[in-house]
T-cell receptor, first 114, second 115 residues
Framework: AQSVTQLGSHVSVSEGALVLLRCNYS??????LFWYVQYPNQGLQLLLK??????LVKGINGFEAEFKKSETSFHLTKPSAHMSDAAEYFC????????????FGAGTTVTVRA | DAGVTQSPTHLIKTRGQQVTLRCSPK?????VSWYQQALGQGPQFIFQ???????QRGNFPDRFSGHQFPNYSSELNVNALLLGDSALYLC??????????????FGQGTRLTVV
């Protein structure tokens, strides 16, 4: 069964600083990996996804993530934080065929300091 | 495009009651999944519907049931409500695929409070 672990339940960064959110996956087969963002009182919005086409994935709002099989990681980064990046971020995994659900991590809350 | 719409947005129920939540998928989508998100946690998969049938089910008791209609809209029913059922219930729609990696579009959720 596949699962993800998000390291750090809360990250605080200064505006303009690097945002780094960590995600490690556990899967018996090459997985599909996703990062979602959730703003207060809203649903989830897809930031980016990895589907084996390229290990460096670029998403919306300046975010990108790198798939590293050797480290079983899929960390999310953004070079320069903006106040509007304050939200909760979820890493998720789905298996390759036959198992259609998304399995989410516990989430990382990002606060941005002015 | 209206995206995924859920109703109602908020709901308060008493223990032991039954509740029905509704979801209309994004235009063109034929698959609907339901997730439960407890406060401070990530969403947990309840089940997925395709062609009006439950295709996959997560680790939830039989008190949780669902339905998909010919127009692809869906309902989530929860019987004999418990305090622990209080959560944000998210509906996600996608296009049918035998493979994984399909992008799921989420609604804004229904906040259920059980008192």
């Amino acid at each position: 069964a596949q699962s993800v672990t998000q390291l750090g339940s809360h990250v605080s960064v200064s505006e303009g600083a690097l945002v780094l959110l960590r995600c490690n996956y556990s899967s018996s087969v090459p997985p599909y990996l996703f990062w979602y963002v959730q703003y207060p009182n809203q649903g989830l919005q897809l930031l980016l996804k990895y589907t084996s086409a390229a290990t460096l994935v670029k998403g919306i709002n300046g975010f990108e993530a790198e798939f590293k099989k050797s480290e079983t990681s899929f960390h999310l980064t953004k070079p320069s934080a903006h106040m509007s990046d304050a939200a909760e971020y979820f890493c998720a995994v789905s298996a390759a065929g036959g198992d259609y659900k998304l399995s989410f991590g516990a989430g990382t809350t990002v606060t941005v300091r002015a | 495009d209206a995206g995924v719409t859920q109703s109602p947005t908020h709901l308060i129920k008493t223990r032991g009651q039954q509740v029905t939540l509704r979801c209309s998928p994004k235009s063109g989508h034929d698959t609907v999944s339901w997730y439960q998100q407890a406060l401070g946690q990530g969403p947990q998969f309840i089940f997925q519907y395709y062609e009006e049938e439950e295709r996959q089910r997560g680790n939830f008791p039989d008190r949780f049931s669902g339905h998909q209609f010919p127009n692809y809209s869906s309902e989530l029913n929860v019987n004999a409500l418990l305090l622990g059922d209080s959560a944000l219930y998210l509906c996600a729609s996608s296009l049918f695929s035998l493979r994984g990696g399909v992008e799921a579009f989420f609604g804004q959720g229904t906040r259920l409070t059980v008192v």
